[in-house]
């Protein structure tokens, strides 16, 4: 998908040259400049030597720079409730920008200071530094007032973006700005009790971008248009692993609009005056393709080798007591085999980058970045600077599920490949198309687990024994050694490790496959096919128990008592027990991913053609201190509708190597025909802000699953659901 795009207007530069400018200033003039170095200490930052998240100009705006990427999950919305809370800022003078690319200033605490997003780690990460960046501010205008007024600070009161005294003063935040840029910052600013909050947890906040967003005026990569910039399309090999043995670029360099053909390490690149044109051209190369490294295998062929590594021992990630022992002595066993297939994460916008170098001295990029630190080591030597001389715009981007945090940085490097490629005398457009999104990588890995529990003659699970083969996303990344479970990538079998449940021994096992398939972390990763094994089979054991599926995990869960509140809310909620239609019946599944916990409770029809159609989807969701209740309630509805659209029917195929399918007519999302009714609840909480864009996607998958086999008794193992022989409707 393309948006409609214009060339650059003077009020988009404007906007992009502000950011820079709230960065590098903060004087009398520039107003009241206020951050966190290290997310501690607080300082008036007047001549902007430290990490910068508030400005107040003298308009009274208060703009709030968000470190993190807004991909569409109102991150930036979020961090500027917890400024204006503190603040006692006016929610309608609010203002969000993206803050620039700068590891020292604005590190991710939990990804161990990389400047980046992902892995529902916004919140968690910006919940207290943005509070006290908001409660540093307040304090420097009421200092600032009191200093004016001559009255006791003590004595001011602030209430929306108003200061005032009983003497009769008062002021706008926008009145004092440049007074109070003057003043010192205290190193530890009083925070609101959560009693006291006016604006977080509550409900009828707009977002910030909405208005942009909805006129058309957000820049988003494809908005950029630089003087004499090509756009760039690349071909890249048909098969992953392949690379270029020859090709001619005659053709294409003879048609309207193509100005250069160049070879990178990724393929041909050809650059042309539209993106059209560059496309054609594309389409106009001849290329001889090395496939002697390449993965040439098809999926069924991929798939009866992880199936093979199942029957063997995998390294140990879990190992509680003889869970062997314990299966062979139970008075009944439960054993399940689980096929899940490659996932494309098919953003709305797929990749692209704009970028402009000067060989040897600098390198400017626009794009949607969501691992600015990586981005800058990973494409500085390409360009021949250091990673300081990287300049990176973060722009919105339409989604991302994950695509855009490669620590390879794959379409960044290319992009600036390109531009180095022809020695930096344009400035580079590249864009993927849908068909390059589908078929070019960095998929939710392949995966094979099998699972073998057993029961007591109570009906108590004695023995859990889970082994998984899959692809490490991390295997040669930096964070690999950082995510490491006893040898094992954490990321393939986290939501298997610390289940709500008590089980008796419990070994969990995994094998790491190697394929030159480039696997990446799909919208709550290992959790996607974890959650599914775990609550289908425990789905399994209670009807193996004969007792009711709710009832049956509830009696298992007291030492868990966060998820198991989830649940109890999810199912009062949805009527569980109650009489149901004729031809509908329910499931359930609760999963902690990132911190939250979700239960959802999933109502399906059976039509009479046999067909199925969801038709209800109850959530609860605990993630601490509810920040932003409207949009916590938009990620669950969001994450139901990612989750059914890849359980049902999305799968990405190889043939000899090739990826079978190319846009959005075979590897097919959720339509508005296939949305069920959707209701969240937020389970009130005062512990720390925990995640909300991934831990959604978990439960669906088995929550239909279970209901599917309430009204069958099919149990359903390989994914999608329409690989098993289930339409829907």
């Known amino acids: ?120 780690t916004g919140m968690p990460d910006s919940f207290m530094k943005y509070r006290r960046a908001g409660a540093a501010a307040r304090a420097m205008l009421v200092a600032a007032a009191a200093r004016a007024w001559g009255v006791p600070a003590a004595e001011i009161t602030v209430e929306n973006g108003t200061l005032a005294h009983a003497s009769g003063h008062s002021a706008s935040f926008g009145d004092l700005a440049a007074a109070a840029s003057a003043e010192t910052a205290p190193a530890e600013p009083p925070l609101k009790a959560p009693e006291d909050f006016r604006l977080i947890g509550q409900t009828g906040h707009h977002r910030l971008d909405a208005r942009a967003k909805s006129r058309g005026e957000a820049i988003y990569t494809q908005d950029i248009f630089r003087d004499g910039m090509l756009v760039a399309v690349l071909a890249r090999p048909v098969r992953f692993g392949g690379r270029v043995a020859s090709f001619d670029a005659s053709a294409a360099l003879a048609m309207p609009g193509v100005r250069e053909v160049v070879e990178t390490p990724h393929g041909v690149a050809v650059l042309a005056d539209t993106t059209w044109q560059a496309i054609q051209g594309r389409e106009a190369l001849q290329i001889a393709w090395d496939d ?41 066993t439960v054993e399940a085999t689980f096929e899940f297939p490659f996932l494309s994460h098919a953003p709305m916008e797929p990749m692209n980058a704009v970028v402009e170098l000067t060989p040897g001295e600098k390198l400017e990029i626009w794009s949607g970045s969501q691992l600015q630190t990586l981005d800058q080591l990973n494409v500085a030597p390409i360009a021949g600077v250091a990673p300081e001389q990287v300049k990176i715009n973060t722009l919105f981007a339409g989604g991302s599920f994950g695509r855009r945090t490669t620590p390879p940085s794959d379409y960044m490097v290319e992009a600036v490949a390109i531009a180095a490629a022809i020695e930096g005398r344009a400035p580079v457009k590249l864009v993927w198309t849908r068909e390059d999104d589908i078929k070019g990588g960095y998929y939710r890995p392949m995966v094979a687990s099998r699972v073998r529990a057993g029961l007591d003659a109570e009906g108590n699970i004695v023995g859990w024994h889970h082994r998984i083969a899959v692809q490490s996303i991390l295997a040669g990344t930096p964070f690999r050694e950082a995510f490491d479970v006893n040898g094992v990538d954490a990321t393939s079998i986290e939501g298997a490790v610390h289940l709500p449940y008590a089980l008796g021994a419990h070994r969990l096992e995994e094998h790491t496959t190697e394929l030159a398939v480039p696997v990446l972390w799909w919208r709550s990763v290992g959790s996607t096919h974890t959650a599914y094994a775990v609550e289908t089979m ?39 027990g109650d009489a149901l239609p004729e031809g509908v019946s329910r499931g359930v599944a609760v999963h902690k991913s990132f911190g939250s916990y979700v239960a959802q409770v999933a109502e399906v029809r059976q039509n009479d053609d046999g067909s199925f159609k969801v038709l209800r989807v109850v959530c609860a969701i605990d993630c601490g201190v509810p920040v932003y209740p409207d949009q916590i309630v938009a990620q669950m509805e969001g994450s ?74 099919q149990r359903i193992d390989r994914l999608p659901m329409t690989d098993s022989g289930v339409s829907f409707a």
């Not at 200490?41 to 107040?56: Q, S």
């Not at 992880?306 to 509680?320: F, I, K, N, S």
């Not at 509140?565 to 199912?571: G, I, M, N, V």
């Open 538 to 576: 425990i789905d399994r054991l209670a009807a193996e128990a004969g007792v009711d599926p709710l009832a049956f995990r509830l009696t298992k869960m007291d030492a868990h008592p966060r998820e198991k509140a989830a649940l109890e809310l999810a199912a009062r909620k949805a009527g569980w």
């Open 640 to 713: 139901i509708g990612y989750g059914l659209g890849a359980i049902m029917r999305n799968k990405i195929t190889f043939t000899d190597g090739v990826v079978d399918q190319f846009n959005f007519t075979d590897y097919e999302p959720t339509r508005m025909s296939d949305m069920p009714d959707v209701e969240v609840h937020i389970v009130p909480s005062a512990e720390p802000p925990s995640g909300v864009g991934e831990p959604g996607v978990p439960p669906i998958g088995p929550a239909v699953a279970n209901a599917i086999f309430a009204a069958t008794g």
């Open 1 to 120: 998908m393309f948006r409609m795009t214009m060339p650059e207007t003077a009020r988009e530069a404007t906007r992009l040259d502000r950011r820079s400018f709230l960065v590098a200033t903060g004087g009398a003039t520039a107003g009241l400049l206020v951050g966190f170095g290290g997310g501690d200490a607080a300082a008036a930052v007047g001549d902007g030597t430290f990490n910068p998240f508030v400005h107040i100009s003298p308009d009274g705006v208060v703009t709030v720079l968000c470190k993190h990427l807004d991909k569409g999950q109102g991150t930036l919305t979020g961090v500027a409730l917890c400024v204006a809370e503190e603040l006692d800022a006016d929610w309608a003078q609010m203002r969000g920008e993206h803050a620039p690319a700068n590891t020292a200033l604005y590190g991710n605490s939990l990804f161990g200071g990389v400047q980046g997003t992902g892995g529902s």
């Open 292 to 332: 002697s490294a390449a993965e040439t295998r098809s999926t069924a062929a991929i798939m009866a080798a992880y199936l093979a590594r199942l029957e063997e021992p995998g390294t140990a990630a879990v190992d509680h007591e003889d869970a062997e022992a314990a299966l062979a002595n139970a008075a009944k």
